[in-house]
Each structure stands twice: as C-alpha cells, then as structure tokens.
C-alpha cells in the first residue's frame, strides 16, 4: 500500500497523479511534517518540503549528479567544479548551478542576470557549485525513465521553433544516455536539449523523488506516480506492511496525544526493524526446511 504525504497547494499534475493513485494520501504544510509518523510514507511536494520529509523520516537526502560521469560525453561544453569563492574572483562569465546542495537556486550565467547575483554572494564561499561554458539551448526537453525504460517526454521551453526531425534524435539520443547510464536510479528524468548549433545535448540529470517537476503530455500521471514510488522504494529499501502490532501501537499513541508517546517510538522501530530483515532477506534467501540459507 503506497502512503503519500501530498504538500498542501502543491502544483497541479503532480497532485493529480497522486490523488488518482496513491492508496492513502495526507496534505500537509513544510511545519506540520514534524507531527506525522517517521516512517511508511513517501512525500511529494516542493523541494524543501521533501527534503523536509527525509529528514524527519531519518532518510539520507542525497541527490543524483546532475552530470554523471558516463553521461559527460552528451554535453557538448566544458564543466568544472569551483567554489563561489573562485566564480566571484575569476570573473569570466560562467553558468554556475549547485553540486553538492542541488536546487539551492536556480541555474544562471554569471553575472550576467539581474539579481541572481545576490544570491551567489550570500552563499558561503566554499560552497561548491558546478560551472559550464555559457550555451545557447533553443529546445529543451524532459524524458522520464523508469527501470532504464523512457516512459515519455515533454517540451518545456518558451520557443515555438520547430526542426524537422529534430523529436526523433532526441529520442533517439534519450535511449542512447540511457543505454550509458548503467548506475543510473531507478527514477530520474534526463533533459536533454537543441543547441543553437544544432547538437542534441545533454542539459541535465534530475533525481526522481517526490518534487520531480511533470510536464503535461509527457506520460501519462500513472507513469509519473510509479516512477516516483520506485524511486522512492529504492531510497528507503522496501514496503513493510504494518502489522496488528504496530497499528495497535499507533493507535495507543494517537489516544495518548502525546509527541514523544513510547508507543509511537516503539511502532517506528518495529517497523524499521522489520524493512532492515526484508532487505536482508532480499540478499541472502529464506531458510529452507533444513534449517540451510537458500539461494
């Protein structure tokens, strides 16, 4: 059974997905996070409010590179890694965008956008950042992958220029990065790009938990809400039905109304126990009738 907490006032086709499939849905604001059970739920909402969830839930939220290694070679420009220290004192124009923080801002050539530059400075100066040679991108795509299969895509720039044939390369170029992208997770998109010299590129990588951004005629929403759900069984390990036991536990610690109840912590721990054996279980096999372990 697949537990969404959706944000409230979330955007439109993402909650759409999720009110047409998830199993049991709850809206909550970023601040009413730290009121709900640390486990058994997969959130969906903005950025913060997901990294917000993983937090609470004690779930590591690391990103995916938005350049990984065995796709650098579909960039078609230079990148680098600097630290705002360095943007600032070399002063070439440069695109910078976050590494290690990923959508701590959004993308921008530096200095050339009004106001951007603010936030550039206000970071600190050993914060990380990626850098590329500024290029000039005249469509851009989303593709969505799931299981290393492209489920669709969908146009997302402001241009109305259309190249003849130009959809089917990056298709074709869509399965290629995949076909290259080996370690990939088990949900992600890949926006992949039209230069202004007419080379496909690859724009970036995009993780696939719960604030992936969806594109309307991309695929359809049940497409989107699985790939968000595998993703999101990937990074906590697998579904742990809660049992009589731990339902029971819950519902002391709701009549209880108390934030820190013993019974509450004690349904938490159960059921992370209970995740940690199912994933070993994955690993080694069950016993069999001998007592052996299988294979």
Sequence with gaps: MTKVVLQRHFSLYPGMAVRAHADHLTLASVDEIKTLQKSGWM????????????????????????????????????????????VIANGRRVFVKPSRRQKLFTGFVWPDED???????????????????????????????????VLGAGRYDDSDEEVPDMEARLHRAAREMVKQYRDAPAGYSIDIGVLDTGQVALVEVNDGWGSLGFYKGSCSLSEYFNLLVARWDEIVGPFVAEDDLVINLRALASEQNDDLSLADEAADEIQQLRKKIKLLESYIGQPDSGGRIGK
């Design 43 to 86: 959130p969906v909402g903005s950025v913060e409010f997901c990294l917000a969830a993983m937090i609470h839930q004690e779930v590591d939220p690391s990103f995916v590179s938005s350049y990984p290694k065995p796709l650098q070679g579909f960039l078609h420009r230079k990148i680098w890694l600097d630290t705002v220290a360095g």
């Design 115 to 149: 106001g951007q530059e603010i936030a550039l400075k206000d970071l600190q100066e050993l914060e990380v950042l990626w850098c590329s040679e500024p290029v000039n991108f005249v469509q851009e795509w989303r593709f969505y992958v799931m299981n290393g299969e």
